[in-house]
């Protein structure tokens, strides 16, 4: 979390205005963890029966908490008063409590209401769409302190070590493993979603193509193949490769040995061996009925819907590896073989239900099947 001055108003005497900023600081300062708690673990606020915000975001108990985390729409929701009447946070300092508030300071965004925002999105030299936010304490009145939230949410480190890439070879001529020692790699968690890029179609004067149907805002975004690329560029990322997408997904041998040279490729992200699994069992059974586990291990045809549920999470932290939706794959050794095609679209029994299996897309969304997608970034240090 970035600090920044804090904008003072009316200075009585200068001893008395050094002493209020210096307390009114110290507040601020020890708020700090409870701001970062509300922005970053925004779903731990969310009661049972749920939330309303009709002018802000939508609740549905299919769309998993990971959603609320660090999401702006949630901050508006949740100091518009619409996840608790009163909302403040109470910090105690030198035995008297202090109540802070965020402010409603920045211009309405007529795609989402005609209400005042409690953020901003703005860039930095390090960061894209960082929250910028004004912070009050109710007892010093016309003081603010601006503070940009970062999005910490998004990604996952992929640990240094040697990796696979594609299917077990069938010889050692055509095995290719990589390392990334010395590199710092973050993929998204998630797959990009409608919400993020209705921020990034504003950014972009196009404000039309922004989704207003927020019971979508969780579902994966639906852009071109060329689209795709520029949303990723637009944050200081890439689309993900698929040599990548394979080393997120397929658990190593020996997580304790990095240096380990022989890389084998399981077949699911939770089994080496895909016929002692439901979907091996599946391709023996026609008759095979999922079950709520299976469900949440790889979404197939005949599973629920759910989107931001960390069930189905690759050892490294990435979620989706197997079943949901068919996703973009940037492939630098076979350009033609770009789109991991095991989907909630497949029944069970699909041979596509396989780590390391791709197909060829052509850059255009189909009509019936969305193609998600979603960014790395490589870090300098």
């Keep these: 979390m970035l600090f920044f001055r804090n904008e003072k108003v009316e200075v009585p005497s200068v001893r008395s205005q050094a002493n209020t900023s210096k307390l009114f600081a110290q507040v601020i300062f020890k708020a700090e963890k409870h701001i970062l708690e509300l922005w970053e673990r925004g779903d731990k606020f969310i009661p049972k029966e749920g939330f309303e915000c009709p002018n802000s975001l939508s609740f549905d108990k299919s769309t998993g908490r990971g959603f609320y985390q660090c999401q702006p729409h949630f901050w508006q929701c949740y100091w518009s008063g619409g996840v608790k ?5 109470k910090i105690e300092v030198f035995g008297q409590t202090y109540h802070i508030e965020a402010l409603p300071n920045f211009a309405p965004i007529s795609e989402y209401s005609a ?3 409690f953020y901003e999105l703005v860039d930095g030299e390090n960061f894209r769409n960082g929250l910028k936010v004004d912070l009050s304490v109710k007892e ?8 940009v939230l970062i999005d910490s949410c998004r990604d996952t480190f992929l640990p240094e070590r040697i990796y696979g890439h594609g299917q077990t070879p069938s010889s050692r001529e055509e095995d290719f493993i990589w390392d990334n020692f010395d590199r710092k790699i973050f993929i998204d968690k998630w797959y990009v979603s409608n919400q993020q890029i209705n921020d990034w179609f ?3 004067n196009q404000g039309h193509r922004v989704i207003k149907n927020k019971s979508l805002w969780a579902n994966p975004a639906e852009l071109s193949l060329e689209e795709q690329h520029l ?7 890439r689309l993900l490769s698929s040599h990548l ?3 997120a997904s397929m658990t190593p041998i020996n997580l304790s040995d990095p240096l380990n040279p022989k890389v084998l490729r399981p077949q699911t992200p939770w089994q080496r061996d895909i016929s002692k699994t439901f979907l091996g069992m599946a391709r023996k059974n026609s008759d095979y009925q999922l079950t709520p586990l299976d469900c949440m291990l790889a979404q197939v045809e005949g599973c629920a819907d759910k989107l931001f549920y960390s069930d189905s999470v690759s050892w490294m932290g990435m979620n989706y590896p197997l079943g949901f939706y068919p996703e973009s794959l940037v492939n630098e050794f076979e350009p033609k073989l770009n789109l991991k095609r095991s ?6 029994a699909s041979l596509s239900h396989e780590l390391g299996k791709r ?3 052509n850059g255009t969304q189909p009509e019936v099947t969305s193609v998600a997608f979603r960014c790395y970034e490589e870090v300098s240090e």
């Design 231 to 237: 949303y990723c560029k637009s944050l200081g990322k």
């Design 343 to 348: 989907s909630k679209f497949l029944p069970a």
């Design 85 to 89: 009447k009163s909302p403040e946070i």
């Design 115 to 117: 209400e005042n925002r």
């Design 359 to 361: 197909e060829y897309w």
């Design 202 to 204: 504003l950014k972009i």
């Design 245 to 247: 997408f394979d080393a």
């Design 140 to 147: 010093f009145p016309n003081k603010k302190w601006s503070v």
